[in-house]
């Protein structure tokens, strides 16, 4: 990879992960289908390696800034932290978070494994009194779906000097915009079927670390429990990948124009976006992230209802759970029960695409209109 050492982002994303060149060699890693291999070699077998995974690793990791262990999806990757984690451990996480991490914490804390400790991840006071005795700091920033922003590098500065393990979800921002690694944390976790993905057709997680001997226990934990991805979806991702770059720009853009239209709706309470000037979020991102990513919050008046009837009122905005894709998608987070009760009843969390912005906005103003009456 040296001889990307000094490329930006956006051309590491389409020049990283290929195969050499040569002359009549391929530009782009073919799919590996094998789960044999010849003895003698360090792959041995189809659980711990594959060229597929391999070129798609090679890339994350180039953009993340350390080597990347990818995951049959997110929750995968995510077990597997926690799989590392002794009974008692302390975990102290986002109050608002992906309900899936959520979901997995409180059955454990159920069955008396770990205490977890839930915190505004935005109140860096409050992140900071509950460090001592912490042996994993999850963080979410921003989070999902209250678009919270945390002082990542304050708070893992803080954690580190502790001797907490940090591990940051960084599936809204991407390593475009931020690098949770270079921040000092030990993990950076992706849930690849968004955004690095990009195309809502592959389910994928992915860890990355600067540290070997915790790559190594990572590496055990996903061979060992067998969460490994296939190499078709490997390779899709990868494929993917190839235009993250402008597809964040072009989302990015969207969403910014929108929540500035939407903080003005007659339907709307309230819009939720760091890259406001008037988010109460606004300064801290600015202040060590690149981007503000292309998630909207939308409070929509009238409670869930009206929420629900928004959601079904839109043609081209597609009503689904997930995000990060090329298509814009929305749903009122509470129609699912194990949403955080502090996340408000009426919150739309709208995934801007790249479609034109003022196909868009006119699809989306109708759909509010359509649920105020």
Not at 104 to 128: G, I
Request: proline share 6%; with cysteine.
């Amino acid at each position: 990879m040296s001889e990307h050492n000094n490329l930006k982002p956006d051309s590491l994303v389409v020049a990283a992960g290929r195969p050499a060149q040569t002359p009549d060699g391929n530009i782009n890693p073919s799919i590996s289908l094998n789960s044999t291999f010849i003895a003698g070699g360090p792959v041995g077998y189809g659980r711990s390696g594959n060229e597929s995974w391999g070129a798609l690793e090679e890339t994350i990791g180039a953009l993340e800034g350390g080597p990347t262990l990818v995951f049959s999806s997110g929750m995968a990757a995510i077990n597997a932290v926690i799989s590392l984690l002794p009974k008692g451990a302390v975990v102290t996480t986002s109050k608002n978070g992906y309900t899936g991490t959520m979901i997995v914490l409180a059955q454990l804390v159920e069955k008396e494994w770990l205490e977890v400790r839930y915190v505004d991840v935005s109140d860096t006071e409050e992140v900071l009194a509950a460090l001592p005795g912490t042996s994993l700091l999850w963080l979410e920033s921003p989070t999902n779906p209250a678009l919270e922003i945390a002082d990542l590098p304050t708070i893992i500065k803080a954690a580190k000097s502790q001797g907490i393990g940090v591990a940051v979800d960084n599936t809204f921002a991407t390593p475009l915009l931020q690098q949770p690694l270079e921040l000092g944390a030990d993990i950076s976790m992706h849930s690849v079927t968004k955004y690095l993905a990009g195309h809502s057709d592959l389910i994928m997680g992915s860890l990355s670390t600067r540290d070997q001997a915790l790559f190594h226990r990572l590496f055990d934990a996903r061979k060992n429990g067998g969460a490994i991805p296939g190499p078709f979806e490997a390779w899709l991702a990868l494929r993917g990948i190839r235009t993250l770059s402008v597809r964040m720009e072009r989302a990015q853009h969207n969403a910014l124009e929108l929540a500035m239209r939407l903080s003005k709706h007659p339907a709307v309470e309230r819009v939720r976006y760091p890259g406001l000037p008037e988010d109460p979020h606004h300064d801290r991102a600015r202040s060590f992230m690149n981007g503000f990513g292309a998630i909207v919050g939308i409070e929509v008046k009238g409670g869930p209802a009206a929420a629900d009837k928004a959601c079904e009122s839109s043609r081209l905005v597609s009503y689904a759970t997930s995000l990060g894709g090329v298509e814009s998608l929305w749903e009122r987070r509470h129609r699912w029960a194990a949403e955080s009760v502090s996340i408000p009843v009426n919150l739309v969390r709208l995934s801007v695409g790249i479609e034109n912005l003022e196909d868009l906005w006119s699809d989306i103003d109708q759909a509010l209109r359509a649920s105020q009456e």
